[in-house]
């Protein structure tokens, strides 16, 4: 591998477990904000309630029986995949060690506009190291390439049904649940070009996931659910 091929590599690297990081840190910090959790926390959190474990380690519990649905789907899991599933829960976990509840609405609410932001930030930083879709986004491209349904069709279910079941599990659902909704596909747009890498040396192909089935930059199109998919994390 090159110098430059080794530099790429690196910030690739740094992007994936930062950006997975600062994901579980966003997450910690809107549950602190205490109005609303993303669709997949309140899922976290209402199976955490009733199973007496962290909502870190409900994430990571979910996020590997959601790799287990791959298998029928012939997906294949890249390093991203894995991490994806381990830090995320871990980060969550060490954010609400450390960070107190605020007690003001006017604390929590800036509070909850600034987690989700930073999960966009978190989102733009770790897809854009291509190190293969996070447990949640593989199952989606996999049931959109298995039915032939649209990927915001798909995603749009999944959704609801992670909701719903965390709902009736105890999750919270509230004005954050909707904000999210509504900001984390264009606040991750925006980042994900912010974020965008330039093309990788051919020497680099293997490193960026092509070998889990996502070409690197400058070779042969995505497929469109690829293309699609940050339109909707």
């Known amino acids: 591998m090159s110098a430059s091929g080794g530099l790429l590599l690196a910030r690739r690297l740094l992007m994936l477990y930062g950006g997975l990081v600062l994901y579980g840190?966003?997450?910690?910090?809107?549950?602190?904000?205490?109005?609303?959790?993303?669709?997949?926390?309140?899922?976290?959190?209402?199976?955490?309630?009733?199973?007496?474990?962290?909502?870190?380690?409900?994430?990571?519990?979910?996020g590997a029986l959601v790799l287990l649905l791959w298998i029928p789907l012939r997906q294949r899991?890249?390093?991203?995949?894995?991490?994806?599933?381990?830090?995320?829960?871990?980060?969550?976990?060490?954010?609400?060690?450390?960070?107190?509840?605020?007690?003001?609405?006017?604390?929590?609410?800036?509070?909850?506009?600034?987690?989700?932001?930073?999960?966009?930030?978190?989102t733009g930083l770790y897809i854009s190291a291509r190190f293969g879709p996070g447990p949640r986004d593989g199952l989606m491209t996999g049931l959109h390439r298995r039915t032939g349904r649209s990927v915001r069709l798909v995603r749009t279910c999944i959704e609801i049904v992670v909701l719903a079941t965390g709902f009736l599990l105890g999750g919270s659902v509230g004005a954050g649940t909707v904000l999210y909704a509504l900001a984390i596909g264009p606040l991750s747009q925006f980042f994900l070009r912010f974020f965008a890498l330039p093309q990788a040396a051919p020497s680099a192909v293997v490193a960026s996931g092509a070998a889990h089935g996502t070409p690197a930059p400058g070779t042969a199109p995505e497929p469109a659910a690829a293309r699609e998919l940050p339109d909707l994390v």
């Open 25 to 62: 840190v966003s997450a910690g910090l809107q549950l602190r904000a205490g109005l609303g959790l993303a669709p997949w926390d309140v899922l976290n959190q209402g199976v955490a309630r009733h199973a007496g474990i962290s909502i870190g380690a409900a994430s990571i519990a979910i």
């Open 77 to 122: 899991p890249g390093l991203g995949t894995i991490s994806n599933v381990l830090v995320i829960g871990l980060a969550l976990d060490a954010t609400l060690t450390l960070a107190p509840a605020p007690a003001s609405l006017w604390a929590r609410i800036p509070l909850l506009a600034f987690s989700v932001v930073l999960c966009s930030v978190a």
